[in-house]
């Protein structure tokens, strides 16, 4: 019997998931596939050259025209801008690691009918879940693209480049004006294109997680025996069917810590530039919002909430993914702590404390004593707050 459980596991080992298998599927054939598409690619490249040029062309006349309410006014679109091309970038220099991450997603990672049917099932529940979360910061990456089109009014009460192309380019300034603003459905898609694919990264780990807790469960579980008669200690059966499911489980955890390395080197690379921009960024929203809400017009309102609302939710999957990663590389070592240890022969206990201490330092994305977790987004938030209300107070004069 053991035999033909030992070979049903390594026939399952080694199939290739496909794309019917993943329950996050949208967000690879979206941000993935659909982003290093070469249309998509070649659209990127473009809308990079216009905004990065239209943005020093504002920074120029900025710095020639600098006046404490011109800031005030345009440092909000400006920073989102500035957020918006460091993505755009990134996503470029980020291709060939996104590629080869997601290939050994379908080639390395555990089908999710690796653990039967009903393990199946409660994976595709709680991917549902998730998955309506990803539809809402669609909902408003879309709506943000779609209000900022010219078409529902003016622009500058809150973009700088409108004058800037009246002063540099006279009559001519319509074209680059809407040539500006009809890229901005690609802007939206580049602006939440990176916290995608960081969180489709995160919920893979958690479902192979989830199904190495379902494997470590079974070995504590598999067995009802009475703890005055130990006799099972002289299984050698069980005793190698045991040290042969430890194997196949410290194998593949051996393999995401692998593949986890490689995404944690992949993110701390852009931490630092992600980390400065999204703290302006956020500072410049909340302050526009709190000084400017009630005398804008209506159309401006919605531009604004719709920036706002996504701001907040793509610094929420930042610091969700981050908290993700540092939750599910612990909960290993917790669920070995209940493995029937004391029944197990010298060799099984050997495997089991090595195996925990190698899942007992949870992995994160640090770097330079910052941590992409819950407490960054609140530090982030209380950041926000407080510089908003100090612009605030030396607009207002209070």
Not at 106 to 131: H, M, Q
Not at 224 to 237: A, E, G, R, S, T
Not at 348 to 368: C, H, K, Q, V, W
Request: include cysteine; hydrophobic fraction near 45%.
């Amino acid at each position: 019997m053991p035999n033909v459980t030992n070979k049903r596991q390594k026939r399952l080992f080694s199939k290739t998931r496909t794309k019917s298998e993943d329950p996050f599927v949208m967000i690879k054939d979206v941000f993935v596939d659909g982003g290093y598409h070469p249309v998509t690619k070649m659209l990127n490249y473009i809308c990079l050259v216009i905004h990065s040029c239209s943005l020093l062309l504002e920074l120029n006349y900025f710095v020639h025209n600098y006046h404490f309410d011109l800031m005030m006014k345009y440092c909000c679109a400006m920073s989102l801008m500035g957020y918006i091309i460091a993505t755009m970038l990134f996503a470029i220099f980020q291709e060939h690691s996104a590629i080869d991450l997601t290939k050994d997603i379908l080639s390395l990672f555990w089908p999710i009918d690796y653990c039967g049917p009903r393990v199946k099932e409660e994976i595709v529940k709680k991917a549902t879940k998730i998955n309506r979360i990803h539809y809402i910061v669609l909902l408003f990456a879309g709506a943000l693209g779609i209000t900022m089109f010219p078409i529902w009014g003016d622009q500058k009460e809150w973009f700088l480049c409108v004058q800037v192309y009246q002063h540099y380019f006279g009559k001519w300034s319509k074209i680059p004006y809407y040539v500006y603003f009809f890229t901005y459905p690609m802007l939206a898609f580049s602006s939440v294109r990176l916290p995608f694919m960081t969180m489709y990264a995160i919920v893979q780990i958690r479902m192979q997680v989830y199904l190495l807790h379902q494997h470590i469960s079974e070995i504590s579980g598999e067995y009802v025996y009475d703890m005055k008669n130990l006799q099972i200690l002289c299984d050698q059966n069980y005793q190698n069917e045991i040290y042969d499911k430890m194997r196949l489980i410290i194998s593949h955890h051996i393999m995401l810590k692998r593949w986890m390395r490689k995404l944690v080197h992949t993110v701390q690379i852009s931490m630092p530039v992600f980390v400065l921009l999204g703290t302006m960024t956020s500072i410049s929203v909340l302050f526009y919002a709190i000084y400017s809400f009630h005398n804008i017009n209506f159309i401006l309102k919605v531009r604004l909430i719709s920036v706002s609302v996504c701001t907040v939710l793509v610094v929420y999957m930042f610091s969700e993914a981050g908290q993700a990663l540092s939750t599910e590389t612990t909960g290993v070592f917790d669920l070995l702590m209940t493995c029937p240890w004391y029944v197990w022969n010298i060799k099984n206990r050997r495997i089991l404390l090595i195996f925990m201490a190698n899942s007992l330092e949870p992995m994160t994305f640090s770097l330079a004593g910052v941590t992409l977790d819950y407490r960054f987004a609140l530090g982030m938030l209380r950041t926000s707050c407080s510089y908003s209300l100090i612009l605030y107070k030396l607009k207002t004069g209070i």
